[in-house]
């Protein structure tokens, strides 16, 4: 058996693909299938000349996602999707498939995360889970390259890391626990076992927030390294989000072209050294007339946007009666596409005017919100660093700025065009006394930490940590409006199944 990824290595020579029927169409004498086998597509035509009756007449039954095993001879054809075809000998089904749910039409995203099972295996969908994959292995090979050992954090935990409000809460034996926000603070455990240490883990909160970020199980990465200060934290994140990035670049010109993505601003973010501003600075640029100006000028080149495509849309209707039917299905096609990016506008027609009020009138001391981050990032080609967060809205962990007691020494990683914080992290606090009194101010239950604490009583050192969102991560790379296409079965507010 060949995988499609492979075919080039076959070229002229007689070869088996496994898989599905992408798409079919049938005209004199030929039947021509695209076939998927999950590494790719790539044209089988079955000719009446080439094979017997019976083989032509049951490849003519063939609809989309009928699995079956075709052979044939590789030919190089550069018009075709993955530059070769198959030109069949021999076919065997396993199964014909009736009504596929999911057909090119536009269906609506919640009737997709209905049949999210099936999803999966459309061509977005696909190109977003190949490039998931190839972030988290590269993750992998950067902290194993780096010296860091990966270890694993539970997932019942007795204390609370990242605030008591989106905690999950669950019966474990008659006594209370949760389903862990974080993995850190058993990773500064063993940061002080081994030095430099990462988790890779699931993770949870009861987010209540419906938004394009949020989910209620997402998986972080959290590496723990003992004497590391911020800036250290700060170049290291750096350096591992370059890392990443250089190696989706390197794998997937094919499916950031599938996800149309302009990868512009990631080979950018990948070469350039990115802007580290305080959280300060930030603050002020939020309120400043550029953002102000800014904002106007996408409002106007959203109406403007938005009425040349509606127009553009009348005159595709209008042409689809008349049309062939290649020429039909490739204004269906356009619709669709002209659909999404209707939605996208109105949807930034909506929040621009509260951006605007919210850029305006924020206040220093305030948490940035989703909308604030938009548009500090809007302006910005490259991730930005922010830090040095004001301490009274950060965790109870995180050490402050002996410079300025107001002040956490904090980092945030905002992605650029507007997706916001992919990484959140710290120095953390190692003066016991020090860490003990926050945990009172933070109304934390002094005997749940009893352990952390130890990690203070011996051998303390400065240590810093961070931890990367896995899902917002691959929303940013792969140019995805939501997090809920990141992750093969995303839960969230409101979704549970499939
Ligand atoms: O900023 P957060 O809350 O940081 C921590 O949990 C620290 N304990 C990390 C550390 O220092 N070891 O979350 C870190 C990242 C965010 O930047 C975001 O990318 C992701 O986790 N994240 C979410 N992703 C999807 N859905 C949610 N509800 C998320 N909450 C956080």
Redesign the pocket.
């Known amino acids: 058996m060949t995988t499609i990824r492979e075919l080039s290595k076959h070229s002229d020579e007689i070869v088996t693909l496994k898989g599905w029927v992408y798409n079919s169409r049938s005209s004199k004498g030929l039947h021509f299938l695209e076939l998927r086998d999950g590494t790719g597509l790539c044209q089988c035509i079955v000719s009446a000349e080439e094979v017997s009756q019976d083989l032509f007449e049951a490849a003519g039954t063939l609809k989309q996602e009928s699995s079956l095993e075709i052979s044939g001879k590789v030919v190089k054809d550069d018009r075709s999707v993955g530059g070769y075809e198959l030109h069949a000998t021999d076919l065997k089904i396993h199964q014909v498939a009736e009504d596929y749910p999911i057909t090119p039409k536009d269906h609506g995203v919640e009737f997709l995360m209905e049949n999210r099972h099936l999803w999966l295996r459309s061509q977005r969908q696909w190109a977003a889970m190949q490039v998931r994959n190839t972030i988290q292995f590269s993750i992998h090979q950067f902290f194993q390259n780096e010296g860091f050992i990966q270890m694993d954090a539970p997932v019942f935990t007795g204390n609370a890391?990242?605030g008591t409000t989106t905690l999950f809460e669950t019966d474990y034996f008659e006594e209370k626990a949760y389903l862990t926000?974080?993995g850190?603070l058993y990773?500064e455990a063993m940061a002080m076992a081994h030095g430099k240490v990462y988790t890779f883990g699931p993770t949870f909160?009861a987010?209540k927030s419906k938004t394009r970020?949020?989910?209620?199980e997402?998986w972080?990465i959290?590496p723990?390294m003992a004497f590391y200060d911020l800036e250290m934290n700060m170049n290291l994140a750096e350096k591992m989000l370059k890392f990443i990035l250089n190696s989706v670049l390197d794998k997937h010109e094919r499916e950031l072209e599938i996800l149309e993505r302009d990868t512009t601003y990631l080979q950018k973010a990948a070469a350039e050294p990115f802007k580290k501003i305080s959280y300060t600075d930030a603050v002020e640029q939020l309120k400043s007339d550029e953002t102000a100006e800014m904002l106007d000028k996408m409002e106007k080149e959203r109406k403007t946007e938005l009425e040349e495509i509606k127009s553009e849309e009348k005159e595709i209707k209008k042409e689809h009666g008349s049309a062939k039917k290649w020429r039909k299905a490739q204004i269906d096609e356009r619709i669709k596409e002209i659909h999404a990016r209707i939605s996208q506008i109105e949807e930034d027609l909506r929040n621009i005017p509260e951006w605007k009020t919210s850029a305006a009138n924020f206040e220093w001391g305030n948490d940035f919100g989703g909308s604030d981050e938009t548009i500090l990032t809007m302006q910005y080609d490259t991730p930005v660093m922010v830090h040095r967060y004001p301490s009274a809205v950060k965790a109870f962990y995180m050490k402050r700025d002996p410079e300025d007691e107001d002040l956490a020494l904090a980092l945030?990683v905002l992605a650029p065009e507007g997706y916001g914080?992919?990484?959140?992290?710290?120095e953390r606090e190692e003066r016991l006394e020090v860490l003990e009194k926050r945990i009172k101010e933070h109304d934390l239950p002094r005997e749940a930490f009893n352990w952390y604490l130890d990690l203070r009583k011996y051998g303390s050192v400065p240590h810093s940590?961070?931890?990367?969102?896995l899902?917002?991560s691959v929303a940013w790379i792969c140019g995805l409006s939501h997090?809920r296409e990141t992750i093969p079965f995303p839960r969230m507010l409101g979704r549970l199944r499939p």
């Open positions: 890391a990242e926000q974080s850190q990773a909160r987010e970020r949020h989910l209620t997402f972080m959290e723990e945030d914080e992919i990484i959140g992290g710290s940590g961070y931890g990367l969102g899902e917002r997090v």
